[in-house]
């Protein structure tokens, strides 16, 4: 087997990954039946939407015009996972908080890509600042954790592994956006070979995301 055999397969493998991991916590959720809730309604439509988009911008879309779709699927992963993250923490004011920050953040989305980096390369601006948040929402979400009593029983609960999967995308992916439009400028392949990163970090999350779901079965 040749080298450029080997990595063929290896892309191939990350292709499959990028795209079907999703369907690991979904197969989770339609394995026993759920306890049903806002979290796993937004979960599981977050989940239909991300196959959804990046099926068509791997198969329906060049490499060189799916920008546009990864863009749409960046300000819908924060949208949806903004929200998932507000049914676990218990406060009225974060809740009114975080949706003023999703409307301004689309606002960023949308004007980021009209204005300033715009939808010919990967929006690094929007997507590095909406992860951020996102760290930002868990790390609040942890801390509320360590306030309560049975802290000692937090590996039970399914918000714990919702958000932590939320957490090691988020902040592996930060950096890894903020860099990722001058990295696609300056050196194209070293941009797309550090895609894998982000590929690896979609696989944990779904694969905690699934443990989250197995973990809100009834009994």
Known sequence: M??????TKYQILLEIIEIYSPLIPFIIFLMRKSARSVWT???????IVYFSLVY??????SH????????????????????????????????????VVIII????????????????????HSSAASNLILVIYCVY?????????QISFVEKLPSFWIVSGIFIYSAGNTFLFSMFSTLTRNY?????????????LILIMNILLAKGIQCSWRK
């Open 2 to 7: 040749t080298k450029y055999q080997i990595l």
């Open 41 to 47: 309604n937004l979960l599981v439509s977050y989940l």
């Open 56 to 61: 068509s911008a791997t198969h329906f879309f």
């Open 64 to 99: 060189r015009n799916n920008n546009i779709m990864y863009i749409i699927l960046s300000g819908l992963t924060f949208c949806f996972f903004a929200l998932i993250i507000e049914q676990f923490v218990l406060s009225k004011k974060f809740k009114i908080l975080n949706r």
């Open 105 to 124: 953040t689309i606002l960023f989305f949308f004007m980021n890509a009209i204005w300033w980096e715009g939808i010919s390369i990967f929006n690094s």
């Open 141 to 149: 979400y942890y801390m509320q954790q360590l306030e309560k009593p």
């Open 188 to 200: 194209p392949r070293l941009a797309y070979h550090i895609w894998d990163i982000n590929i690896l």
